[in-house]
Antibody
Framework: QVQLQESGPGLVKPSQTLSLTCTVS??????????WTWIRQHPGKGLEWIGY???????YYNPSLKSRFTISIDTSMNQFSLKLSSVTAADSAVYYC?????????WGQGTQVTVSS | EIVVTQSPATLSLSPGERATLSCRAS??????LAWYQQKPGQAPRLLMY???KRASGIPARFSGSGSGTDFTLTISSLEPEDFGVYYC???????????FGGGTKVEIK
């Protein structure tokens, strides 16, 4: 069974770039049919879909979000990543990586990110 | 853009009671509708996918139904561990984008 694990700094300073990595185990990230996805959840709020990357490198982002997000993939490491530039306190949230298989979803446990000086 | 709305916002019930959670889309959608349960400090747990299919390990007291714009998650008889926040999620066919409802909190009455 596919498992995902987020990693990255828990604390980021305002205006800096947040970088998170998701390591996929139990299967190859190049397996067809998976959209490797990032989702975030602000404190006490609902779930917000950020976007995805396919193993080919194609990406798609939530058009409702400003274009500060970049998702990339490293097939040699079986990882995909999220970068968020120019962070503010409003970007403080739990960030989840998800394997979207179209009809089934595998979630990481989430990583808390706090933006503060 | 599809908007997904859940109701009620809060459901106060006792163990043993039946829970009916609603998820409504702003336009007719595919059957790619999923339901999650989330407890404090935990990641969402997939309960149902493709509207009515139970994920691995999910008890039979959970069931999903619906089509078009209206979908329902039913818990036939609430157990103490069923309390938490429930989210529905729709996935468009192309591009595959996810939209979540705002959640329904199921609490002990």
């Amino acid at each position: 069974q596919v498992q995902l694990q987020e990693s990255g700094p828990g604390l980021v300073k305002p205006s800096q770039t947040l970088s998170l990595t998701c390591t996929v185990s139990g299967g190859s990230i190049t397996s067809g049919g998976y959209y490797w996805t990032w989702i975030r959840q602000h404190p006490g709020k609902g779930l917000e879909w950020i976007g995805y990357i396919y193993y080919s490198g194609s990406t798609y982002y939530n058009p409702s979000l400003k274009s500060r997000f970049t998702i990339s993939i490293d097939t040699s490491m079986n990882q995909f990543s999220l970068k968020l530039s120019s962070v503010t306190a409003a970007d403080s949230a739990v960030y989840y990586c998800v394997g979207d298989h179209g009809d089934f979803y595998y979630w990481g446990q989430g990583t808390q990110v706090t933006v503060s000086s | 853009e599809i908007v997904v709305t859940q109701s009620p916002a809060t459901l106060s019930l006792s163990p043993g009671e039946r829970a009916t959670l609603s998820c409504r889309a702003s336009q007719s959608v595919s059957s790619h509708l999923a339901w999650y349960q989330q407890k404090p400090g935990q990641a969402p747990r997939l309960l149902m996918y493709d509207t009515s299919k139970r994920a691995s390990g999910i008890p039979a007291r959970f069931s999903g139904s619906g089509s078009g714009t209206d979908f329902t998650l039913t818990i036939s008889s609430l157990e103490p561990e069923d309390f938490g926040v429930y989210y529905c999620q729709h996935r468009t066919n192309w591009p595959p984008a996810l939209t979540f409802g705002g959640g329904t909190k199921v609490e002990i009455k």
